[in-house]
């Protein structure tokens, strides 16, 4: 297996699923070779799902702060991955996983993105104050289900 970093064109839609499977068509059309690709979002359910598949692109532009700002009573949310595999230009395989939670009234120090902000459930630190947060990461649960299929593909 080795890493392959190019530019993918990431298409803007309301769903992951399609923009994971448009990632990983283009990511094998570039190299031809099987590919694993990950997209994900935060979804507030105060704010219909808000930011959702655009959590880059809003964190980006207005940040932690913009989203606390946001905020209403509710602060459940829930992180969503989703893992696409594709070794042919056929419809790749999708793994999804999500990790529900809430968010935080204040931003923590540390970690990357929205970790500062979102506390899974059964926990009171954020993502970026765990020091086991891989462990619980909506990311690590896609990760186990593909590979769970992938070693199951292989036996």
Same mark, same amino acid.
């Given at each position: 297996?080795?890493?392959?970093?190019?530019?993918?064109?990431?298409?803007?839609?309301?769903?992951?699923?399609?923009?994971?499977?448009?990632?990983?068509?283009?990511?094998?059309?570039?190299?031809?070779?099987?590919?694993?690709?990950?997209?994900?979002?935060?979804?507030?359910?105060?704010? @219909?799902?808000? !930011?959702?598949?655009?959590? /880059?692109?809003?964190?980006? $532009? &207005?940040?932690? =702060?913009?989203?606390?700002?946001?905020?209403?009573?509710?602060?459940?949310?829930?992180?969503?991955?989703?893992?696409?595999?594709?070794?042919? @230009?056929?419809? !790749?395989?999708?793994?999804? /996983?999500?990790?529900?939670? $809430? &968010?935080?009234? =204040?931003?923590?120090?540390?970690?990357?993105?929205?970790?500062?902000?979102?506390?899974?459930?059964?926990?009171?630190?954020?993502?970026?104050?765990?020091?086991?947060?891989?462990?619980?990461?909506?990311?690590?649960?896609?990760?186990?289900?593909?590979?769970?299929?992938?070693?199951?593909?292989?036996?």
């Amino acid at each position: 297996m080795d890493f392959f970093q190019t530019d993918l064109v990431e298409i803007q839609d309301d769903s992951l699923a399609k923009i994971a499977v448009q990632k990983a068509l283009n990511a094998y059309d570039k190299c031809k070779k099987p590919v694993i690709i990950e997209d994900d979002g935060l979804f507030i359910e105060s704010l @219909s799902g808000f !930011p959702g598949p655009y959590s /880059s692109y809003i964190f980006n $532009t &207005i940040g932690n =702060n913009g989203i606390l700002k946001l905020m209403g009573d509710n602060r459940d949310a829930q992180f969503v991955a989703i893992i696409a595999f594709c070794d042919s @230009s056929n419809e !790749p395989t999708l793994f999804e /996983s999500s990790v529900t939670g $809430t &968010i935080s009234k =204040n931003i923590q120090d540390g970690g990357w993105g929205y970790d500062p902000i979102f506390i899974p459930e059964k926990q009171n630190k954020t993502y970026a104050e765990l020091t086991n947060k891989n462990k619980l990461s909506h990311r690590y649960e896609s990760l186990k289900k593909f590979a769970s299929w992938f070693n199951s593909k292989r036996e």
